[in-house]
């Protein structure tokens, strides 16, 4: 994680922490504030796609919320979901104060946990150039009926109860009672879905970020099979890019197509493959697709006559 020619470390304020975020300078005077999912932390959640952007002319600004990676706040390892658009907005603020950034002109970018909060976000900052959600969690109740198919009975009780006990463990300052990010059914971990264990693989290969933590607060699990941010899809007047896979098993796709076609400036790609399936062997396609859709609505320019075909406009 050391700076290098392409990119510095940065720090900005929210709330009462400071987040950290690595800063890629660009040229064409537009830029794309990145944040990962769940506990994804900003190197491996956002680095491929971020040097992407940079190496078109983009101006990134990717950062780790609160409680993660390297930004403040305690306890550790907990997503709450109302800090987290906080440290969002707070990204957008400081992104549009550096000196290589036309403020007219930023888009965000999540994927996972952190694409659903691509629509709240997106509806409370109509001045947004552009938005992208990628393998969004769009409805929480609607991916946890989908991945208690893969999970034991047994093992989805005691994931409940380890979660009860922590969020009640939380309430009296107890730290958070830790779970995997991944394993296979029968454990209690975050996700057991097929496609939800090809994280490490798509993320971390090789263990190439050696620091990031592969672990969430129980408690968190809770609150996300509650958060529904597609609701706010409507109130959306930015253009919107959706990225599903259409083997999703971790957040399914027909939620995130739906909530685009309430969007009034939207358009979905429909990739083969599973959730990380943008990190896989779908990576090129959603690199293009993104490109293509950022030169043209933060660049007015159409630079992505490759992908046309590609995307399935839904306005």
């Known amino acids: 994680m050391q700076e290098?020619?392409?990119?510095?470390?940065?720090?900005?304020?929210?709330?009462?922490?400071?987040?950290?975020?690595?800063?890629?300078?660009?040229?064409?005077?537009?830029c794309v504030v990145m944040s990962a999912g769940g506990a994804v932390t900003?190197?491996?959640?956002?680095?491929?796609?971020?040097?992407?952007?940079?190496?078109?002319?983009?101006?990134?600004?990717?950062?780790?919320?609160?409680?993660?990676?390297?930004?403040?706040?305690?306890?550790?390892?907990?997503?709450?979901?109302?800090?987290q658009l906080a440290d969002l907005e707070a990204a957008i603020a400081y992104a549009a104060t550096l000196p290589d950034v036309d403020a007219h002109r930023i888009a965000i970018?999540?994927?996972?946990?952190?694409?659903?909060?691509?629509?709240?976000?997106?509806?409370?900052?109509?001045q947004l150039g552009a938005a992208i959600a990628q393998t969004p969690l769009t409805d929480g109740l609607a991916a946890a009926t989908v991945a208690g198919r893969y999970q034991r009975p047994l093992a989805m009780l005691r994931?409940?109860?380890?979660?009860?006990?922590?969020?009640?463990?939380?309430?009296?300052?107890?730290?958070?009672?830790?779970?995997?990010l991944a394993g296979a059914p029968g454990t209690v971990a975050m996700l057991t879905t097929p496609d939800g264990r090809d994280?490490?693989?798509?993320?971390?290969?090789?263990?190439?970020?050696?620091?990031?933590?592969?672990?969430?607060?129980?408690?968190?699990?809770?609150?996300?099979?509650?958060?529904?941010?597609?609701?706010?899809?409507?109130?959306?007047?930015?253009?919107?890019?959706?990225?599903?896979g259409d083997q999703d098993q971790t957040a399914p796709p027909g939620p995130s197509v739906r909530a685009a076609q309430r969007a009034a400036r939207a358009e979905v790609v429909r990739l083969p493959g599973g959730h990380y399936a943008p990190f896989l062997d779908a990576h090129e396609q959603a690199v293009e697709a993104e490109l293509s859709f950022l030169h043209r609505q933060l660049l007015g320019s159409a630079h992505a006559a490759d992908a046309r075909?590609?995307?399935?406009?839904?306005?």
């Open 199 to 244: 994280g490490d693989r798509a993320l971390n290969p090789g263990n190439r970020y050696p620091e990031w933590q592969q672990m969430i607060a129980a408690r968190t699990g809770l609150r996300i099979s509650l958060y529904r941010p597609g609701r706010h899809a409507a109130r959306i007047t930015s253009p919107l890019l959706v990225i599903v």
């Open 309 to 315: 075909g590609r995307v399935e406009s839904v306005e």
């Open 159 to 180: 994931f409940l109860g380890r979660g009860l006990v922590d969020t009640l463990g939380g309430l009296i300052g107890r730290s958070p009672l830790l779970v995997p």
């Open 42 to 83: 900003k190197e491996p959640g956002t680095d491929r796609f971020a040097r992407r952007f940079q190496a078109a002319g983009f101006t990134v600004l990717a950062f780790d919320y609160r409680h993660l990676g390297e930004s403040g706040g305690q306890p550790r390892q907990v997503a709450r979901m109302n800090e």
């Open 109 to 126: 970018w999540g994927f996972s946990l952190s694409g659903g909060h691509v629509w709240r976000a997106a509806a409370r900052n109509p």
């Open 4 to 30: 290098d020619a392409e990119r510095t470390k940065v720090r900005f304020a929210s709330g009462d922490t400071e987040c950290v975020a690595w800063h890629y300078r660009g040229d064409n005077g537009a």
